[in-house]
């Protein structure tokens, strides 16, 4: 099982670059304006060799460099002590997520995908499309963003649906080995209900297929129902959760800093 947990884990950061990073001791240091929790947090990758006491500060004034908390991602590959040690410093838990996990020779993929658009990259239209969705106005963010999704190393299977020529639901396939991650599964509230969600899934996990993935994975924030039932429906089944351990004081931006409240 942690085999599986790490090859996960590496996978996903695979799909989601961030705008800056920075390796420390087995650690990797990620910074993207506060975009997301995932890539603007710290995650512990590889062996360290230097004390805790000396890391966590370390990462804690990096942070503080760019005006913002530092975030600390505890997935079941870090030592419970080392997510006790943050909580004892007055870090709280914020975004805990599941990740599920589906084994493709045992799946039915019968949702009509007539509508779903498909391409094997990621074209600008589709990301000015999924910040209309999440409601994504910061400029910085609209700035940068577009850059961490040009980046993904990774071949790519990218989805949407339009009507009277918007976008009005995206899905994002990321293919690594025998694996298909999904990601930025969004709907206009709208057209919700509709069964879009469903078909855009589909579609990936299908396109996946014909491209060699046996496996797929996904990670939903807990407490999500509707989405939950949607990937369980489809055959995902939870396998291991993660969360993130921030720093509670928000220290005072440098001059040059851009502190943006995060984009959950």
Known sequence: METTIKKIEDMSLNAWPSYKMELYDGWILRFSHFYTHRTNSVEQFGVSSLPWREKIPYCEHEYQ?????????ISPLVSPDFD???????YEIQHTTEVMTLDLSHTHLNACCDDIILTD???????????????TKDPVHRAVVPSMYHAIPKRTICACVKKNKQIVATGLGILDRDYIGIYAIHVKEEYRGQGLARQ??????????KKGAEHAYLQ?????TAAKTLYSSLGFQYFYTYWFRVQTT???SSPDADFLIPDK
Not at 84 to 90: F, I, V
């Open 65 to 73: 460099r760019l005006g913002t908390p530092a975030v600390f991602k």
């Open 84 to 90: 006790y040690t943050l909580e004892n410093r007055g």
């Open 121 to 135: 990259h990621i074209p600008d239209f589709w990301i000015t499309g999924l910040f209309d969705l999440k409601g």
């Open 200 to 209: 855009i899934c589909s579609g990936l996990l299908a396109e996946g297929c």
């Open 220 to 224: 939903v924030v807990k407490g999500n």
């Open 250 to 252: 928000v220290p005072p």
